[in-house]
């Protein structure tokens, strides 16, 4: 459970290591990426919490699998991607868009790369910058490719990489020890990435949460972040056998290097 001022967010674990995120506000909730509505039902009677709105990132089972039966007995409003595509959404959503839930309010960036049809939602105020980021972007390490291109996927985390660094980083999955096992066989020398290692073990050996990350750190550690990073490059080229000329050609070659690791 993270406490801010105002507002709390608790993450919900779903089948072997999604996060279903629940922001809580007073006696209400919004959650993002019901996956499964069951453990989501369990949370608001355990926590006598009113479902407000339901927050969707892209039409993969894991993370809309939940929605319909929420929003049914709940009789709420589902934000989601444009295109009609996922059953049960009231409000299509495109870059730039605002909304307003819970008197929070959320810009959404499209970001391409995982899937054609997702996005991000961000809120920022005074006292609290977050990011529910889905499938794009995780703490180490970025989602697959499934329907996007390199170029999708670099765009969609340039988003990210500009936010203000203290922004929260919500992933939706537990996927944090597993990518920095990958970011240190090709960037064994970065210390930051070494010291955050070293925490991740730690709570991961307690089946402790690692999340949330933030912007700040995932620049200094992220593969994904350090296209340029020396290190990084020499083992793509030599991976791929070519030299890289660009950071989408080196953000496809760690990418790739990462699916066969
Ligand atoms: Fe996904």
Do not use: Q
């Not at 009609?84 to 839930?101: M, P, Y």
């Not at 919500?170 to 970011?183: D, G, R």
Request: glycine share 6%; net charge negative.
């Amino acid at each position: 459970m993270l406490k801010l001022s105002m507002l709390k967010v608790h993450p919900i674990p779903a089948f072997t290591d999604n996060y279903i995120w629940a922001i809580v506000y007073g006696n209400s909730c919004i959650v993002i990426d019901p996956g499964d509505s069951d453990p989501v039902f369990s949370f608001l009677n355990n926590n006598d919490l009113e479902l407000d709105s339901i927050l969707i990132t892209h039409h993969h089972f894991d993370h809309t699998g939940g929605l319909v039966s929420l929003a049914k007995y709940y009789d709420c409003s589902v934000y989601g991607p444009k295109g009609g595509h996922i059953d049960g959404i009231t409000h299509d959503l495109a870059e730039n868009d605002e909304i307003n839930v819970l008197d929070l309010n959320f810009k959404i960036f499209e970001t391409p790369g995982h899937t054609l049809d997702h996005i991000a939602y961000f809120h920022s105020d005074s006292e609290d910058s977050l990011l529910f980021c889905g499938d794009t972007l995780f703490s180490g390490g970025c989602g697959r490719l499934f329907e996007g291109t390199p170029d999708n996927m670099y765009d969609s985390l340039n988003k990210f990489k500009m936010l203000p660094d203290e922004t929260l980083v919500f992933c939706a999955h537990e996927y944090t020890e597993s990518n920095l096992k990958f970011a240190l066989e090709i960037n064994p020398n970065n210390v930051d990435l070494i010291d955050y290692s070293k925490k991740v073990t730690k709570l991961r050996s307690k089946s402790e949460i690692t999340l949330p990350s933030n912007i700040g750190l995932e620049k200094k550690i992220n593969p994904f972040f350090l296209l340029d990073n020396p290190e990084i490059l020499h083992k793509s080229e030599k991976f791929i056998n070519k030299k890289i000329s660009n950071p989408i050609e080196s953000l496809a070659a760690v990418r790739s290097m990462k699916d066969s690791f």
